[in-house]
């Protein structure tokens, strides 16, 4: 399998989420030119608010000819889609199918986001040529239909595309809530003094954000149709993450405790990732404490000005001002306290 050249033009649907922000940057970085989309209002040079259920507010975006696109935007989460199933289904399938149209009618290849849910709890090791995907959830059930419905277009319509299975993506920069991932509700829980319950025997390989976005890229410039796990080697106990996270944060390990896996969770994440080395000539440069001290220097400075600013005082303030970011998890973390 082929990478045609670098494309000069990417928009980026999902622009303001925990992905779409990252990869944004590190598009401009490498120099390409970014229109970004979201279902957030903004009002900048370069955005356009829309929502992929109605697809004409994107119009102008894909009236830009964008050489690839990514698809970021969706319903995340089990919780989240299991709770709201029909917004799940109509995003992760009728906006999909809207993007897949008007990147056939601008020409433009698509890089599909869909999730390791897909592969569901009867998978011991995620592989995308072996492994039969049997989702658990709604989340998983929604994105393995979008990815049948990409590779339909591929097969019978010539769209170009690839699709992305990311396993476990994590940053400081995170959005904090209980729907999120463990790394970051972990962290921020610890950081707090609060409890957390870790699921017995479960194991994860996590991969910092600032990694992804280079496979992410890479995968904007393969020519042929292909599923791709995206994920880190190091596949670890999620009780040996949690208390890792303890040490690094100086917290009372028994804060952290262990419960029994709930229904539909798969045990062991452990994906095969053969694809991303061989097609995307990507390999991961941040190792898993390296990303912890990370994630744990965020909260820990997060946890400190949040008690600063339900007092007023000013220097938490100006650590907000700093970082868009930084201030939005500020303030949503001041929420959470009042």
């Not at 990732?273 to 990507?282: A, D, K, M, V």
């Not at 994630?295 to 650590?319: K, T």
């Given at each position: 399998?082929?990478?045609?050249a670098?494309?000069?033009?990417?928009?980026?649907?999902?622009?303001?989420?925990?992905?779409?922000?990252?990869?944004?940057?590190?598009?401009?970085?490498?120099?390409y030119?970014?229109?970004?989309?979201?279902?957030?209002?903004?009002?900048?040079?370069?955005?356009?608010?829309?929502?992929?259920?109605h697809?004409l507010?994107?119009?102008?975006?894909?009236?830009w000819?964008?050489?690839?696109?990514?698809?970021?935007?969706?319903?995340?989460?089990?919780?989240?889609?299991?709770?709201?199933?029909?917004?799940?289904?109509?995003?992760?399938?009728?906006?999909?199918?809207?993007?897949?149209?008007?990147?056939?009618?601008?020409?433009?290849?698509?890089?599909?986001?869909?999730?390791?849910?897909?592969?569901?709890?009867?998978?011991?090791?995620?592989?995308?040529?072996?492994?039969?995907?049997?989702?658990?959830?709604?989340?998983?059930?929604?994105k393995?239909?979008?990815?049948?419905?990409?590779?339909?277009?591929?097969?019978?319509?010539?769209?170009?595309?690839?699709?992305?299975?990311?396993?476990?993506?994590?940053?400081?920069?995170?959005?904090?809530g209980?729907?999120?991932?463990?790394?970051i509700r972990?962290?921020?829980?610890?950081?707090?003094?609060?409890?957390?319950?870790?699921?017995?025997?479960?194991?994860?390989?996590?991969?910092?954000i600032l990694?992804?976005?280079?496979?992410?890229?890479?995968?904007?410039?393969?020519?042929?149709?292909?599923?791709?796990?995206?994920?880190?080697?190091?596949?670890?106990?999620?009780?040996?993450?949690?208390?890792r996270?303890?040490?690094?944060?100086?917290?009372?390990?028994?804060?952290?405790?262990?419960?029994?896996?709930?229904?539909g969770?798969?045990?062991?994440?452990?994906?095969?990732?053969?694809?991303?080395?061989?097609?995307?000539?990507?390999?991961?440069?941040?190792?898993?404490?390296?990303?912890?001290?990370?994630?744990?220097?965020?909260?820990?400075?997060?946890?400190?000005?949040?008690?600063?600013?339900?007092?007023?005082?000013?220097?938490?303030v100006?650590?907000?001002?700093?970082?868009?970011?930084?201030?939005?998890?500020?303030?949503?973390?001041?929420?959470?306290?009042?």
């Amino acid at each position: 399998m082929q990478s045609h050249a670098t494309p000069r033009r990417a928009l980026v649907v999902g622009s303001e989420g925990n992905i779409g922000s990252r990869l944004v940057g590190y598009l401009r970085s490498v120099g390409y030119e970014v229109m970004e989309a979201d279902i957030l209002p903004r009002w900048r040079p370069g955005f356009v608010m829309a929502d992929m259920n109605h697809p004409l507010d994107l119009l102008p975006a894909f009236d830009w000819k964008p050489d690839v696109v990514f698809l970021c935007a969706a319903l995340v989460g089990r919780m989240t889609s299991e709770q709201a199933g029909s917004l799940a289904i109509t995003t992760n399938l009728g906006g999909i199918n809207n993007v897949i149209q008007l990147c056939k009618r601008s020409g433009s290849r698509l890089v599909f986001f869909s999730t390791s849910e897909v592969y569901g709890p009867e998978c011991e090791v995620l592989d995308e040529a072996e492994s039969r995907p049997r989702p658990a959830n709604r989340y998983g059930l929604t994105k393995l239909l979008g990815e049948q419905l990409v590779e339909y277009e591929v097969r019978v319509h010539g769209l170009k595309a690839v699709t992305l299975r990311p396993c476990m993506f994590y940053d400081e920069l995170e959005t904090v809530g209980e729907h999120r991932s463990a790394m970051i509700r972990f962290a921020s829980n610890l950081a707090r003094g609060r409890p957390i319950e870790v699921h017995r025997g479960a194991a994860r390989s996590w991969l910092h954000i600032l990694d992804a976005v280079r496979a992410i890229e890479a995968a904007g410039r393969l020519d042929e149709y292909t599923v791709i796990n995206i994920g880190h080697p190091e596949v670890v106990l999620m009780t040996d993450l949690a208390h890792r996270i303890a040490r690094v944060l100086g917290v009372d390990p028994g804060l952290v405790s262990e419960g029994p896996i709930p229904p539909g969770i798969t045990p062991v994440k452990r994906p095969t990732l053969e694809r991303q080395t061989r097609l995307l000539g990507f390999t991961p440069a941040i190792e898993l404490d390296e990303g912890i001290a990370r994630v744990c220097s965020v909260q820990a400075r997060l946890a400190a000005d949040e008690a600063r600013l339900a007092q007023g005082e000013p220097d938490a303030v100006a650590h907000a001002a700093a970082s868009p970011r930084y201030g939005a998890s500020l303030a949503a973390g001041a929420r959470r306290q009042r």
